[in-house]
């Protein structure tokens, strides 16, 4: 049997030219890639580490996936398009099992984003995956966070608190029967990077950000960074059936606002833009919503029933990081 | 007093706009660069651990300096000039005056070379320090590592064994004040990428190598990816004459064959191209030194004072890792 290095080198290997843009893959001191002009180069890095990102245990596969899921939401954040990404992975010994598992998710979530791995480094030592992805927007385009002006209407993706309540129920609100098949856990898991959704957005968005650390949070950020402020509407969020009916309401829109992990897309649109966003996203699985408008007032105000709701919680924030 | 994280916040927003070709630095989901056109982009990625790659207890300067200096020393041995940097930083609580020195250190040697900070990620943990670098090359003229052709002379720059001379040193073999004043313990605390020297050979050596596992396996690697053998010259390695007083000549000529952590380039020239390196190379500081030349045979020979020398050690290899 292969011990886990054979298994990462093996890993490692396949990828080397698995794109046009790529000149030299992984086995010398570095990787050669090519940007086509009329191109920007976008760049974000992530790390992922036990017992912060992740519960001890998780299963390889999917933190294969995430490590790799979180960063390409960073670039749907930005409108951009995957091209390449390095992998520095620190791992346990005995781990060849987890290794194989580990690839598997990896490369499945690669592929299907057609990003190809150029860059590796492994060392031994407790759980923690870094990932850096880079992608590329035409040039001046890419999607900042601090574009929103007042009259714009604020957006989302999808349906907000799946994964904190996913984290909930592994952490032990649920039996491990419940866990398997339930799907906010797969969600928390498995987190679905909107990166051709974050694409089509280009050219439609003023502003755009990934709720990773809570909706609340990352939205009062894209706000901040704007100077402007926003009225919005927590009856306008989807939330998720199987939280509301486990939880109750109250709990599983606490969820929704200050839970993190979610990696939906929170984006600002224009009003002029606004037959133009109709258009793009009428075909968008995974749904798409307004919650409200930015206005020139800084506060970032909720209503619930036509009252203003207090956020309590300051946001999910992963209890020993700081995320820049 | 400032807590460490908002210190790194302090030292990661520093960086930003720093060159012409970041178009957007840290602060939002990723950054956003540009790369000229008629440039191929030249990626690396490396990853220190303590106590795997450095003692315990390592100066936090030399470390700040240590993670980046590893992949500059990539870079140069591509051709490659730097652009623009990501760090992952884990480091333990209570770590405020390492950052402050860490930040110090790193910052000294990236605007030595000019590259920019476009990305980082804070977590709490044991110490391990990620940095993925980017640069650029005229396209199609990276020097990569399996260009090697027969009757191509080895050169080598600098000086080797005095990383591994120095680490010994640091082991327990010299006193706190010898360590101080030692310069082996300072090549081995702050290596010297070769990041000029690598840009200069661009045009001249068909094949380059960075030597951080040992000459001879590191040299091996490149001869065998160009499918080639050579016979050399342990005379005309240059040994630090400090190393050569204190562990006598044959200890010495060890750590320069097979220990690690020097950091110099390895490279194969043409023999036609001879001529103009040595007019490039005339005015380097850290010298330069033929020490065979590339044979068809693919066997790698040693020879010291006339006879083959064999080589006992494996090399270098950092005792828990693979590095690819």
Not at 79 to 86: I, R, S, V
Not at 141 to 159: E, F, L, Q, S
Not at 305 to 314: K, L
Request: aromatic share 6%; net charge negative.
């Amino acid at each position: 049997m292969m011990d886990e290095f054979a298994l990462i080198e093996k890993f490692f290997a396949r990828r080397a030219g698995a794109r046009d843009d790529v000149r030299l893959g992984i086995g010398d001191d570095a990787a050669v890639t090519r940007v086509e002009p009329g191109f920007d180069l976008v760049i974000a890095t992530d790390t992922i580490n036990e017992g912060t990102h992740f519960p001890p245990g998780t299963s390889a596969h999917a933190l294969g996936h995430r490590c790799l899921a979180v960063n390409l939401s960073d670039l749907a954040a930005m409108g951009a398009e995957p091209l390449w990404c390095t992998l520095a992975l620190s791992i346990p010994s005995g781990s060849a099992d987890w290794v194989d598992a580990f690839a598997s998710g990896f490369m499945a979530l690669a592929d299907a984003h057609e990003i190809a791995l150029v860059g590796g480094d492994t060392v031994r030592g407790p759980t923690s995956i870094n990932v850096t992805v880079h992608g590329r927007v035409p040039a001046d385009t890419a999607i900042r966070r601090d574009g929103v002006r007042a009259g714009d209407g604020i957006y989302v993706t999808g349906r907000f608190g799946c994964a904190a309540a996913g984290l909930a129920m592994l952490s032990g609100a649920a039996t491990a029967a419940e866990q398997e098949r339930s799907e906010l856990v797969n969600r928390f898991l498995y987190p679905a990077p909107r990166v051709r959704e974050g694409r089509a957005l280009v050219g439609i968005a003023s502003a755009m950000i990934d709720v990773s650390d809570g909706l609340h949070v990352d939205l009062s950020r894209m706000l901040h960074a704007s100077g402007v402020g926003a009225m919005l509407d927590v009856e306008a969020l989807q939330l998720p059936v199987e939280s509301v009916d486990r939880f109750g309401r109250a709990r599983a829109l606490g969820f929704a606002l200050t839970g993190g992990d979610d990696y939906e897309l929170c984006f600002a649109v224009p009003p002029d833009r606004e037959p133009e966003l109709d258009r793009v996203t009428s075909g968008w699985e995974c749904g798409v919503a307004r919650i409200g408008r930015a206005g020139r007032d800084r506060e970032v105000r909720w209503l619930d029933h036509g009252r203003v709701r207090s956020i309590d919680e300051p946001g999910f924030r992963h209890f020993v990081t700081a995320d820049l």
